[in-house]
């Protein structure tokens, strides 16, 4: 018996128990143990046909418990003795190495060896690359102390964010991708008009190739992953631009411990001169770019030179309402908390905006001041007592207290925080202090530019529409969310928001269901990843058509309309005959086109 009809057993099973349980209240312990069956037998049988291949990766000194680096005087990515790129924990300014930047020459040799790669790959089974995604997730699995204590030191914030942003997205990526990522891919049929109907029609959704992806630095294992799984998932390679080899390493692993080529997966870094040669790279499909909106106008202005194709996400200024039928704020707060300083704020769908009106304006402010002083920035390499990371670099503090200066000059109310935070244990760490900025206005320019910075910004509204007049004020437009209870309100705010997503009475749980396509309007970018829009961007959508009845039927040219043509008169009305015949709005119009069509032979 194969899996899927196994699966279709033990759902019928299920169906039957549960219409018998209905009637019997006895039953109900039992259907709640097929219930269960239901889930973990379909799981385990999937396991055994798809299991994993145990591996080792060489876990680098610096993610050693006890490892101790050198702190830099002044950190930064740039080293004052070579070009070499100067990698260090922005927490507390050790040095982790340093690596040579890539060269055109590295380029050309990493794409060719992934082409090279491709070519095998792409002629492997759904089957396969199932078996090396679960190799993947087993070595994730067994491995997230070490993955999650590098991530900690390349961005700087917590093991419970590593863990949340880093591991949990990135298991639920590789479990959809494993459950549906097939049937996401497979040849889709599309049906046919009157004039077709001795044809059948598909999509089939082929590989482009060597794809690229630039991403941003805030989850640099999650980050370089995700779009890692999908383009080998469809089929291709890809090369992936970051400062960090780590999510690369472990996919090359996968790949070895399975039998395949690991060159399929390819990582460089290199400075921003030299950027453009792998952007605008003949030998390049695709390209996939997470990062900001000066960054994306060079990279859309370089990819445009080859025609690549670009899928971007540049963050947002998501904005969240709160109704004033709320009933639960203290419950509220702690999701709210959680997704304003998430990884230090440093989240491309964190909380940048918190709208609320005015019944529950003050009780909410009142809950966050108090929470938000509570707040403790720290490393967690180090310390345990820690709510709060560092953030990646010093760079933007002056640009964020001049906007909180300006907010507050014209009438906002700084609660907490409001400056950058000089860390008396960790002087060369970074950090900003946790900042509660209240009455802000759609006026001031922290409510329409990006933050990225862990700044809680609550601003008034006088009633639902004018909420999400206020939501839609910002150039962005990539995520949001509604809290409230009347279902009419709420169903307002998720059609009016301008965005590519919203939640309902939760945080950023659409990316979390890796089923829906990631990604956002307006300054937030275009294109999609995740779900089965995302699978399919780094494909090549190859429409099909073929005989229904090869041995019945096929297209054959009528001689009237055969070169060369011999009678254009004939020709001619033959032709609008069979128009009005196929696509005449009644039968009057169809008979004349029929008589046009005999008139014609």
Known sequence: ???????????????????????????????????????????????????????????????????????????????????????????????????????????????????????????????????????LLGYILANQDAIVQAACLDSGKTRVDAVLGEILVTTEKIKWVLDYGAQALAPEKRPTSFMMIYK????????????????????????????????????????????????????????????????????????????????SHHGIAHITFIGSRPVAHHVAASAAKTLTPLCIELGGKDAHIILDDYKNLESLSSVLMR?????????????????????????????????????????????????????????????????????????????????????????????????????????????????????????????VDDAIEIANSSEFGLGGSVYGVDRAKLEKVVRGMKCGMVAVNDFAVFYLNQSLPFGGVKGSGYGRFAGAEGLRAVCNPKSVVVDRWPSLIGTSIPPVVDYPINRPDKSYGFTKGLVEFAYGQGLKEKAVGIAKLLGSM
């Not at 128990?17 to 019997?24: D, R, S, V």
């Not at 690369?248 to 950027?275: E, F, R, T």
């Not at 809950?367 to 403790?376: A, S």
Request: net charge neutral; hydrophobic share 40%.
């Open 339 to 463: 997704g304003v300083f998430q990884s230090s704020s440093q989240n491309c769908v964190g909380i940048e905006r918190i709208i609320v009106l005015p019944r529950i304006y003050d009780k909410l402010v009142a809950i966050l001041e108090r929470r938000i002083k509570l707040m403790r920035p720290g490393s967690a390499l180090e310390d345990t007592e820690v709510d709060m990371g560092a953030m990646i670099s010093p760079v933007c503090f002056d640009r964020l207290e001049a906007l909180i200066a300006q907010a507050v000059s014209k009438g906002a109310r700084c609660l907490v925080g409001g400056k950058r935070f000089n860390h008396p244990k960790y002087p060369k760490g970074h950090y900003f202090s946790p900042t509660l900025l209240v009455d802000v206005t759609r006026d001031m320019d922290i409510a329409q530019n990006e933050t990225f910075a862990p700044i809680c910004v609550v601003m008034a509204a006088s009633d």
């Open 200 to 279: 059948k029609a598909e999509v089939r959704y082929d590989p482009l190739g060597v794809v690229c992806a630039l991403v941003s630095w805030n989850y640099p294992f999650h980050n370089l992953l995700g779009p890692i799984i999908s383009s080998i998932f469809a089929g291709n390679g890809i090369v992936g631009e970051f400062f960090n080899t780590t999510p690369s390493s472990k996919m090359k692993g996968a790949l070895s411990a399975c039998g395949h080529d690991p060159d399929l997966v390819q990582s460089i870094m290199c400075w921003p001169d030299v950027a453009p040669y792998l952007t």
């Open 1 to 135: 018996m194969e899996l899927d009809e196994i699966v279709t057993l033990l759902r019928d099973s299920v169906h039957t128990a549960a219409q018998f349980a209905q009637q019997n209240p006895v039953a109900v312990a039992s259907t709640a143990a097929l219930l269960a069956a239901a889930s973990i037998v379909p799981c385990a049988l999937k396991s055994r046909r798809y299991a994993g291949v145990p591996y080792s990766v060489q876990v680098p000194a610096e993610c050693e418990p006890g490892w101790q680096g050198k702190i830099l005087e002044n950190p930064s990515i740039r080293s004052a003795a070579s070009n070499d790129i100067q990698c260090y924990c922005p927490a507390n300014g050790r040095l982790l190495g340093h690596v040579t930047p890539a060269s055109r020459a590295d380029i050309d040799a990493a794409i060719a060896r992934s082409a090279k790669a491709q070519k095998a790959w792409a002629q492997t089974s759904f089957d396969d690359r199932k078996k090396v995604l679960r190799t």
